[in-house]
């Protein structure tokens, strides 16, 4: 039998209307937060680059920082990803450096950039480190004595074993266990059996050095992973850590195909909230952190494939960097992915795109400067124009279609003020061509204002992008939206902050 082709009913009105006895969540500014890594050119030629006229007298490109202190980086993931399951923090530290083949992306690592200048780095930016472990071919101990290291060693000698030289503690306050250890990806891979004891030991280890530290834990968003993990650790775990990249390939994806995966992470979250629930840990006792997510998955072909006759192929990881690829559908599918975060704030406390520069990164660091990439001004517009509670409300809208799925052409978050005054509604038009007229009455006091101030994300088309020589052809603008009936016009594939006064 022929299924139905999926209608398109996106340009009829949409609109928004207030959910009975909603409660108001103070939601985290964590899930504005950036992962980095060291593959390709993240760190190396990317924040760090001594001898460059843009660094500082640490090496570290002052472009950078400046960029990621405008967008208020809350907190950076580091050093991996995939690069840390079989990294060894100690060669990093300390005055003489060795380089080490690091076997998950087959190159050398220079050893150069380790924990010292990463720490440093983040005081730079303002933002809180966050370090991820080796639970691949590290061990519980490995993964304390890095603990040790960053919070009780002080001073030439240190208060205790582990020497790191500096006159105050790092202060690391966010450790986890481990990156996608499930994967056959990864080096030192887990079976379910093996992981829930591994995190319970190393969680036992890393709290025994430091017992203020919040622990994460690499988990999926899957019963027969992460219920296991839970069973074994999930009373010495504060995070689950998962991971979701939702377009594939070397080349641009379509608009129309981005759009339509914009409703994936709220399946992911809600598959995790399920076994989170199920193990007990439901409600925010353990939270969630998405700790990669990117609309595209970066491309690396022959990552995992350890076969004799595989190659891996390090040019085409220049791909990731083709600045025609970043349009418009990244930034709107970032700002689907974070109101899918705000729409969930009690229990996801913190997400960190992945990554912060570079590869896929919302800005793009090259030789005499750098690109915001479109995403980059969504993360402007949240941590400037949002206020900081959210508030559940209902939208009723039309479904864009690509003929096959269909996902509901808006997608909008209304937050408010601490004293209830102030609202500010975050609203995604995903429509390549059209506008959409959103009837936000409910929301306007009686005497409706002829218009409403608004900064709008949109470029001159749905596959605008920024690039070197072009780098405002993106940019957020202030507007005045007018208003009639009610109802305001939201432009098409745009991201609209709107002041509700
Ligand atoms: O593709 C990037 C890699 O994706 C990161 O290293 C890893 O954590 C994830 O699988």
């Given at each position: 039998?022929?299924?139905?082709?999926?209608?398109?009913?996106?340009?009829?009105d949409?609109?928004?209307?207030?959910?009975?006895?909603?409660?108001?969540?103070?939601?985290?500014?964590?899930?504005?937060?950036?992962?980095?890594?060291?593959?390709?050119?993240?760190v190396?030629?990317?924040?760090?680059?001594?001898?460059?006229?843009?660094?500082?007298?640490?090496?570290?490109?002052?472009?950078?920082?400046?960029a990621?202190?405008?967008?208020?980086?809350?907190?950076?993931?580091?050093?991996?990803?995939?690069?840390?399951?079989?990294?060894?923090w100690?060669?990093?530290?300390?005055?003489?450096?060795?380089?080490?083949?690091?076997?998950?992306?087959?190159?050398?690592?220079?050893?150069?950039?380790?924990?010292d200048?990463?720490?440093?780095?983040?005081?730079?930016?303002?933002c809180?480190?966050?370090?991820?472990?080796?639970?691949g071919?590290?061990?519980?101990?490995?993964?304390?004595?890095?603990v040790?290291?960053?919070?009780?060693?002080v001073?030439?000698?240190?208060?205790?074993?582990?020497?790191?030289?500096?006159?105050?503690?790092?202060?690391?306050?966010?450790?986890?266990?481990?990156?996608e250890?499930?994967?056959?990806?990864?080096?030192?891979?887990?079976?379910?059996?093996?992981?829930?004891?591994?995190?319970?030991?190393?969680?036992?280890?890393?709290?025994?050095?430091?017992?203020?530290?919040?622990?994460?834990?690499?988990?999926?968003?899957?019963?027969?992973?992460?219920?296991?993990?839970l069973?074994?650790?999930?009373?010495?775990?504060?995070?689950?850590?998962?991971?979701?990249?939702?377009?594939?390939?070397?080349?641009?994806?379509?608009?129309?195909?981005?759009?339509?995966?914009?409703t994936?992470?709220?399946?992911?979250?809600?598959?995790?909230?399920?076994?989170?629930?199920?193990?007990?840990?439901?409600?925010?006792?353990?939270?969630?952190?998405?700790?990669?997510?990117?609309?595209?998955?970066?491309?690396?072909?022959?990552?995992?494939?350890?076969?004799?006759?595989?190659?891996?192929?390090?040019?085409?990881?220049r791909?990731?960097?083709?600045?025609?690829?970043?349009?418009?559908?990244?930034?709107?599918?970032?700002?689907?992915?974070?109101?899918?975060?705000?729409?969930?704030?009690?229990?996801?406390?913190?997400?960190?795109?992945?990554?912060?520069?570079?590869?896929?990164?919302?800005?793009?660091?090259?030789?005499?400067?750098?690109?915001?990439?479109?995403?980059?001004?969504?993360?402007?517009?949240?941590?400037?124009?949002?206020?900081?509670?959210?508030?559940?409300?209902?939208?009723?809208?039309?479904?864009l279609?690509?003929?096959?799925?269909?996902?509901?052409?808006?997608?909008?978050?209304?937050?408010?003020?601490?004293?209830?005054?102030?609202?500010?509604?975050?609203?995604?038009?995903?429509?390549?061509?059209?506008?959409?007229?959103?009837?936000?009455?409910?929301?306007?006091?009686?005497?409706t204002?002829?218009?409403?101030?608004a900064?709008?994300?949109?470029?001159?088309?749905?596959?605008?992008?920024?690039?070197?020589?072009?780098?405002?052809?993106?940019?957020?603008?202030?507007?005045?939206?007018?208003?009639?009936?009610?109802?305001?016009?939201?432009?098409?594939?745009?991201?609209?902050?709107?002041r509700?006064?």
């Open positions: 039998m022929e299924s139905e082709p999926v209608k398109d009913t996106a340009g009829r949409a609109s928004l209307t207030p959910v009975k006895d909603a409660k108001e969540i103070v939601y985290s500014p964590m899930i504005f937060g950036h992962f980095l890594e060291h593959f390709d050119t993240q190396y030629g990317g924040i760090f680059d001594p001898g460059s006229p843009l660094s500082d007298e640490d090496g570290f490109r002052k472009d950078v920082i400046a990621l202190r405008e967008i208020k980086t809350p907190i950076v993931r580091w050093p991996g990803g995939c690069f840390v399951s079989d990294y060894h100690k060669y990093g530290v300390g005055p003489k450096r060795e380089p080490m083949w690091n076997k998950a992306w087959a190159v050398e690592e220079p050893n150069t950039f380790g924990t200048e990463y720490v440093k780095w983040c005081r730079k930016v303002g809180k480190p966050y370090i991820c472990t080796n639970a071919t590290g061990n519980a101990e490995e993964m304390s004595d890095w040790e290291y960053c919070n009780l060693s001073g030439k000698w240190g208060r205790i074993r582990i020497a790191n030289g500096f006159a105050s503690p790092h202060e690391v306050l966010y450790w986890s266990v481990g990156n250890n499930w994967g056959r990806h990864e080096i030192g891979a887990k079976t379910v059996d093996e992981w829930g004891p591994l995190v319970r030991e190393s969680a036992k280890m890393m709290r025994g050095t430091d017992r203020r530290i919040r622990l994460f834990a690499a988990a999926l968003p899957d019963e027969k992973w992460t219920l296991p993990l069973k074994h650790a999930g009373y010495l775990l504060d995070y689950v850590s998962v991971h979701g990249y939702y377009v594939w390939g070397g080349g641009d994806n379509p608009y129309l195909k981005c759009m339509m995966r914009t994936a992470p709220e399946a992911d979250i809600m598959r995790t909230i399920g076994v989170l629930e199920k193990a007990g840990f439901g409600g925010g006792k353990i939270a969630i952190a998405f700790d990669e997510w990117n609309l595209r998955g970066w491309y690396h072909p022959g990552l995992g494939n350890f076969r004799r006759d595989a190659t891996m192929d390090y040019e085409a990881r791909k990731n960097d083709i600045a025609s690829t970043y349009t418009m559908a990244d930034a709107l599918f970032s700002a689907c992915f974070l109101n899918t975060c705000l729409r969930h704030s009690d229990v996801v406390k913190m997400a960190n795109f992945s990554p912060a520069v570079n590869t896929r990164g919302a800005i793009f660091v090259h030789r005499k400067g750098i690109v915001k990439r479109t995403s980059y001004h969504v993360f402007w517009m949240y941590t400037h124009l949002l206020e900081p509670k959210t508030i559940q409300v209902k939208t009723e809208c039309g479904n279609t690509d003929g096959k799925t269909n996902v509901p052409v808006l997608d909008a978050v209304l937050t408010v003020s601490d004293d209830g005054k102030r609202h500010v509604l975050a609203v995604v038009n995903k429509h390549p061509s059209q506008e959409i007229a959103l009837d936000v009455s409910s929301f306007l006091m009686a005497a204002p002829d218009a409403l101030r900064t709008v994300l949109a470029g001159d088309s749905p596959d605008a992008y920024n690039d070197i020589g072009n780098e405002n052809r993106v940019v957020p603008k202030q507007v005045s939206l007018p208003v009639s009936n009610g109802k305001v016009k939201l432009p098409p594939h745009s991201l609209s902050c709107i509700l006064e």
